[in-house]
């Protein structure tokens, strides 16, 4: 083991298989039907945000936004499931549940905080390529008036496939080094007391180790998220407790115990 930012020793990671994805989607479907209500009103915050998202986006005339900005929701999303983490937590402790005591822990985590700005940042740094890529390829003051519109120029022009090729990989590669920065990092500050930075490494430590498991993972989460929201986001409200839940329980089994 090496030594951490604040002189501690690194958490372990182990190698895992596909094997453990299903073992957690198991367990993480096993936690919601354990606790629906507090699974449920995490996944109620998932879909009031992206149906806010359609509205705000609407009222503003900016139809065009809402793809990506549903997009880019959905990278905020290991920090929106921090409490599904701290909910298997308690659980698999035995500890009482009360929203007031998931509240008091998550929130006493100071390490969290940075995490949830680094999540944040990600998201900006998204918006602003798909504003630059919309202003360079669709024409720097383009509006639409309707999605349908905006859909059009996308599907029917060599500059609008440009711009969906270009922003769909872009989107992939910031996807990818989010997911490798916090797939591990929230549950393990929720447990531990390391340092954020620790924590990242890490996460991106596990991914390394364990590729293609881990790849498959990211890419589990993209498809379920994606479908899910179709129906008027409504399916996001089982698939992000049971998404949430799976990942404390694939956390188990990539680090060590401490």
């Known amino acids: 083991m090496t030594a951490s930012v604040s002189g501690r020793s690194d958490p372990v990671v182990r190698r895992i298989t596909t094997g453990d994805i299903a073992e957690a989607l198991t367990q993480g479907l096993r936690d919601f039907q354990a606790q629906p209500l507090f699974g449920l009103a995490f996944g109620l915050i998932y879909v009031l945000g ?5 509205l705000c986006v609407t009222a503003f005339g900016m139809v065009y936004l809402a793809y990506p900005l549903a997009a880019g929701f959905a990278l905020i999303g ?3 499931a921090i ?9 698999e402790l035995g500890q009482p549940m009360s929203y007031g005591a998931i509240w008091r822990t998550v929130t006493s985590r100071g390490e969290i905080a940075w995490m949830a700005f680094v999540t944040v940042f990600f998201f900006v740094i998204w918006m602003y390529q798909v504003r630059l890529l919309i202003a360079l390829l669709l024409g720097l003051n383009a509006s639409f008036s309707s999605f ?6 996308v599907l029917t022009t060599n500059e609008g496939l440009l711009f969906l090729a270009i922003g769909n990989l872009d989107g992939a590669a910031l996807s990818l080094i989010l997911f490798s920065l916090t797939v591990v990092s929230f549950p393990l500050l929720l447990e531990r007391d390391v340092d954020f930075v620790t924590a990242m490494i890490t996460s991106v430590r596990a991914v390394v180790t364990s590729p293609g498991p881990m790849i498959g993972w990211a890419a589990i989460i993209t498809v379920l998220l994606i479908v899910s929201a179709l129906p008027y986001f409504l399916g996001l409200l089982v698939t992000v407790p049971v ?9 188990r089994r990539i680090v060590a115990p401490a």
Do not use: Q
């Not at 992206?50 to 359609?54: A, D, N, P, Y």
């Not at 409490?83 to 659980?91: A, F, H, I, M, T």
């Not at 349908?148 to 120029?153: I, N, S």
């Not at 998404?243 to 956390?251: F, K, P, Q, R, S």
């Open 50 to 54: 992206g149906i806010s998202i359609v």
């Open 78 to 80: 290991p920090f929106v």
């Open 83 to 91: 409490g599904l983490y701290e909910v298997s937590r308690r659980r």
């Open 148 to 153: 349908k519109e905006f859909m059009t120029v």
């Open 243 to 251: 998404l949430g839940h799976a990942t404390w329980h694939l956390y």
